[in-house]
Nanobody
Framework: QVQLLESGGGLVQPGGSLRLSCAAS????????MGWYRQAPGKQRELVAT???????NYADSVKGRFTISRDNAKNTVYLQMNSLKAEDTAVYYC???????????WGQGTQVTVSS
């Protein structure tokens, strides 16, 4: 069973930065696919960024050039660096782990990001 623990959310002013962390336990992130998704009130959960087992990254158009997904294999942790934050980035951010071997997906509990002046 994979467990994911997100941290780093909070309240930030427009134009500010935050770094989200997702610490995984129960399996190694290396060799598997990791991602960040978000869900704003009244909206469906949407993809923000993914990091494949090959190291390839993929970003939603709305965050390209502002957000960066990365991982630290030694710490078994994935990060989402968010810069130039906008009010429309306000959402609950969820970490996702997808096993390359089984296809099973796991979610963290989410961390709230609020961008407001």
């Amino acid at each position: 069973q994979v467990q994911l623990l997100e941290s780093g959310g909070g309240l930030v002013q427009p134009g500010g930065s935050l770094r989200l962390s997702c610490a995984a336990s129960g399996s190694r992130i290396v060799g598997n696919s990791m991602g960040w998704y978000r869900q704003a009130p009244g909206k469906q959960r949407e993809l923000v960024a993914t990091l494949g087992n090959s190291g390839r990254t993929n970003y939603a158009d709305s965050v390209k050039g502002r957000f960066t997904i990365s991982r630290d294999n030694a710490k078994n942790t994935v990060y989402l660096q968010m810069n130039s934050l906008k009010a429309e980035d306000t959402a609950v951010y969820y970490c996702n782990f997808r096993s390359i071997f089984t296809g099973n997906a796991y979610w963290g509990q989410g961390t709230q990001v609020t961008v407001s002046s």
